[in-house]
């Protein structure tokens, strides 16, 4: 079964510290990954995707792809606590509806 | 509006009851998918569509239907409602299965 794993957490970082989110995969042939923010009681909302291995900047969020670890990351530079919310991790397994994490709870302290 | 839309926003029903909940998109996306979220399971995809008349199961497409007719509507319907069915429903189109998915603001079904 193709699967995408996070940790629930809440991961819990304070203001304008980096905040790292860490999601690995079980299908190598995933070639895609998406990172989604949700607020509570909001909708799924795309902030990054990412293709190739390495890094991928986009203003404050960088997101890390290593297929050969089959692991992928988002680090939120300087985060804020606007940027508290739930991260979802989404694979793409080939020609099949992206598999989604259950989700990683980021807390940002004042 | 351009973009994803579902109505109605919050739904109480009772069981038993047929309920229909409907997604709009204006892209022209070819796929259309729809999700349940409950705590602890996060993002369940139900069914999903990768163009008009063409539908395919998800994880978790018992007691529900879905029909596409048209390229931008794809209504979901619980075709006998159950407690169990209680939940957040999301709809989300992409222009491919494997692209990126912009998702609907959600319907809040709560079955009594």
């Known amino acids: 079964q193709k699967e995408v794993e996070q940790n629930s957490g809440p991961l819990s970082v304070p203001e304008g510290a980096i905040a790292s989110l860490n999601c690995t995969y079980s299908?190598?042939?995933?070639?895609?990954f998406f990172w989604y923010r949700q607020y509570s009681g909001k909708s799924p909302e795309l902030i990054m995707f990412?293709?190739?291995?390495g890094d991928k900047e986009d203003g404050r969020f960088t997101a890390q792809l290593n297929k050969a670890s089959q692991y992928v990351s988002l680090l939120i530079r300087d985060s804020q606590p606007s940027d508290s919310a739930t991260y979802l991790c989404a694979g793409e397994p080939g020609n099949t509806p992206l598999v989604f994490g259950k989700g990683t709870r980021l807390s940002v302290i004042a | 509006d351009a973009g994803i839309t579902q109505s109605p926003r919050y739904k109480i029903t009772e069981t038993g009851r047929q309920v229909t909940l409907m997604c709009h998109q204006t892209?022209?996306?070819?796929?259309m998918f729809w999700y349940r979220q409950d705590l602890g399971h996060g993002l369940r995809l139900i069914y999903y569509s990768a163009a008009a008349d063409i539908t395919d199961k998800g994880e978790v497409p018992d007691g529900y239907v879905v029909s596409r007719s048209k390229t931008e509507n794809f209504p979901l319907t619980l075709e006998s409602a159950t407690r169990s069915q209680t939940s957040v429903y999301f709809c989300?189109?992409?222009?491919?299965?494997?692209?990126?998915?912009?998702f609907g603001p959600g319907t809040r079904l709560t079955v009594t």
């Open positions: 892209w022209s996306h070819s796929y």
């Open positions: 990412i293709y190739s291995n």
């Open positions: 989300a189109s992409s222009a491919g299965s494997a692209r990126e998915q912009y």
């Open positions: 299908d190598r042939g995933s070639q895609s």
